[in-house]
């Protein structure tokens, strides 16, 4: 492989990777558990801010991050920077980027609830990337963030 190939090979992983750090958001955002899918699966293993204990797999994940807000009048809003890709190795990388998630009631504004960085570990599946360790840390201790509207 020369140059320009690994040159392109490298981009477009970086771009894959960029493609799963925002088809997260929009899946917890739209609580679509098949674009969920595309990014997490039953080895995932997240990690929230806060203390809580982390979760493994796709279902676990899901029932936390989504199910618990079905039916709710608050949606959520999950505004992630262009990750960093801190390290590739062949078949996994890892990486962070920012976070800001709001709520916004159906009778107000928006209210930021919390901010922090995602830390994560990704591995290859097919042509794209998948959260294998997803860890957030938040900006303020749990007790200090506002409560969704």
């Known amino acids: 492989m020369d140059a320009s190939d690994l040159l392109i090979k490298v981009m477009t992983d970086r771009l894959a990777i960029m ?3 925002a088809r997260y958001a929009l899946a917890i ?5 098949g674009m969920l899918a595309t990014v997490f699966d039953d080895e995932t293993v997240f990690t929230p801010a806060g203390g ?3 979760r493994r797999g796709l279902q676990a994940n899901f029932e936390r991050l989504i199910a618990r807000r079905l039916g709710s009048a608050v ?8 990750p960093v890709v801190l390290e590739f190795a062949g078949e996994w990388a890892r990486a962070c980027s ?5 709520a916004t009631p159906s009778d107000g504004p928006p209210v930021c609830i919390a901010t922090g960085r995602y830390d994560d570990t990704l591995v290859r599946r097919g042509p794209g990337w998948i959260f294998r360790t997803r860890l957030f840390t938040a900006d303020k201790p749990q007790s200090e963030h506002r409560e969704a509207p």
């Open 19 to 21: 493609d799963s750090y």
């Open 29 to 33: 955002d739209a609580a679509d558990h």
């Open 52 to 54: 809580l204990p982390s």
């Open 75 to 82: 949606r959520e809003r999950h505004i992630t920077s262009v």
């Open 98 to 102: 920012a976070c800001v998630i709001l």
